[in-house]
């Protein structure tokens, strides 16, 4: 099962033209497949994690089937963390977990030492399915890798109830903890940057639904902007960074901290996010996952259509995507029909009367 329609432009040409200003063929569409990928290829989903051949060829298979606007692979939300020493359980029908955070008091923070990216955890893995991506796809689309944020990686090096807590009880020691992911996560980041590749951030800890907009601008803001900082410098522009849930009370601090490209959550009203910092930074999102897990391809390309209707207009550009990443078994047909929707009302330029 593939699209019906033809692109004018590859994904390459399109984005090349976005980021210009210049004309387009249609809107840019890229699904958050992410792990998705794995379950659509078929088999135990934890292969696919320590093969980069398998990694890389499920990421491909994905990209060919829907026929995206990106393609990638990356250490997830939890790569950098687990190559600073935390433990993950890899299960044979879902994503990746915590089972034992790196630290168990900050005592053991001073025990810890920079990672190499050539050689730590499961970075080595990624870096090679990396590249048999890039030779893959070639001239077709750029690579992307989305790596996990301060917050997060920080959770997940410390455990999140804990570090929840000592953002009240303990915030000396938290500054040091970020600063030491940061100091380990800028270190991947280059290494992706030698390779051409620009990296995107997650950062779904620091949603609002888990911390204060205080303590998103106190704990993440600083450390989120010198990931940003990094890639400002070596891509020349921002990155894409996704927080999930509601982050309406944070878009201008994400933007501040050095978002080119916000992507939204489904909780998130893309018109009223326009109106708040469309002036500043690209939108994208945000079909809801649910429906796309749950829902039929007429409700899929509905959700496309009221996206279209709220954003295609954004100041600094829009791009069509799913609110979070595809949830583990969304049927193939579904993301097909958000790329047909993509296609078929985001040709360029949009026409509002086809979006009623």
Not at 196 to 219: D, M, N, V, Y
Not at 264 to 273: F, G, R, S, Y
Request: hydrophobic letters at 40%; one cysteine or more; glycine letters at 8%.
């Amino acid at each position: 099962m593939k699209t019906n329609w033809k692109d004018e432009m590859t994904p390459k040409e399109r984005l090349k033209a976005f980021a210009a200003g210049e004309p387009l063929d249609r809107i840019p569409c890229m699904p958050l497949v992410t792990d998705h990928a794995y379950s659509l290829a078929g088999g135990p989903m934890a292969q696919y994690y320590h093969s980069a051949r398998l990694m890389a060829q499920a990421q491909i298979n994905a990209f060919e089937t829907y026929e995206t606007d990106s393609v990638g692979s990356g250490p997830g939300l939890f790569g950098i963390a687990e190559a600073i020493g935390t433990k993950l359980t890899f299960p044979d029908d879902g994503i990746p977990y915590v089972c034992s955070p790196a630290i168990s008091s900050y005592q053991d923070l001073a025990k810890l030492e920079l990672i190499n990216p050539y050689q730590s955890g499961r970075l080595p893995i990624i870096l090679e399915a990396l590249k048999i991506v890039q030779e893959t796809v070639k001239e077709r689309a750029a690579v992307g890798c989305s790596l996990g944020g301060p917050i997060t990686t920080a959770a997940a090096v410390r455990g999140t109830d804990k570090l929840l807590r000592d953002l009240n009880r303990n915030p000396e020691m938290v500054h040091r903890l970020l600063q030491y992911v940061t100091d380990n996560a800028l270190l991947f980041i280059d290494v992706l940057c030698d390779m051409g590749i620009k990296p995107s951030i997650a950062e779904p800890t620091a949603s609002g639904t888990l911390i204060s907009s205080k303590h998103f601008r106190e704990f993440a803001k600083p450390y989120l902007k010198q990931y940003s900082d990094r890639i400002i410098q070596r891509c020349g522009s921002g990155p894409f960074v996704h927080i999930c849930g509601d982050t309406m009370s944070i878009l201008d601090d994400m933007v501040d901290a050095g978002a080119t490209v916000l992507s939204l959550d489904n909780q998130i009203d893309l018109a009223e996010a326009k109106n708040k910092v469309g002036h500043r930074a690209c939108l994208a999102g945000n079909v809801k996952p649910y429906t796309l897990w749950r829902g039929t391809p007429q409700e899929v390309l509905e959700e496309v259509k009221e996206c279209l209707r709220k954003a295609y207009n954004n100041p600094k550009g829009f791009i069509l995507s799913s609110g979070c990443g595809l949830s583990v078994g969304t049927p193939a047909k579904n993301v097909i029909a958000m790329m047909d929707a993509a296609r078929q009302y985001g040709k360029w330029p949009v026409n509002p009367d086809n979006l009623a």
